[in-house]
């Protein structure tokens, strides 16, 4: 069973700073990608940043220059150190993984993503 687990969520000030942790455990075959994804109420889910396997990241529009999104490959943890914080960052950040599995019916591998129950960060004016 995996299982992804977020911290570090909270309430901070406009201007202020949240360093968020995502800690995996269980057996995952493969990792292509982690990353961040957030939802704001009656707003869709949307990407905060990713990182693959080989380190390459990617960042939305709207965080860049403000969030730095880091991994440590040996035990799975990955990081969203989140800056400059606005009113309109606010959300429930949720850590994916991007993997693969192997269906025992089909024998064949699925794309399949991972999920965290999420972290509430608020920003206050």
């Known amino acids: 069973q995996v299982q992804l687990v977020e911290s570090g969520g909270g309430l901070v000030q406009a201007g202020g700073s949240l360093r968020l942790s995502c800690a995996a455990s269980?057996?995952?075959?493969?990792?292509?990608?982690m990353g961040w994804y957030r939802q704001a109420p009656g707003m869709q889910r949307e990407l905060v940043a990713t990182?693959?396997?080989?380190?390459?990241?990617n960042y939305a529009d709207s965080v860049k220059g403000r969030f730095t999104i880091s991994r440590e490959n040996g035990n799975n943890t990955l990081y969203l150190q989140m800056n400059s914080l606005k009113r309109e960052h606010t959300a429930v950040y949720y850590c994916?993984?991007?993997?693969?599995?192997?269906?025992?019916?089909?024998?064949?591998?699925?794309?399949?993503?991972?999920w965290g129950q999420g972290t509430q960060v608020t920003v206050s004016s």
């Open positions: 990182i693959t396997s080989e380190g390459i990241t």
């Open positions: 269980g057996s995952i075959f493969s990792i292509n990608a």
């Open positions: 994916n993984i991007q993997s693969r599995v192997r269906s025992t019916y089909s024998g064949r591998f699925f794309p399949y993503n991972y």
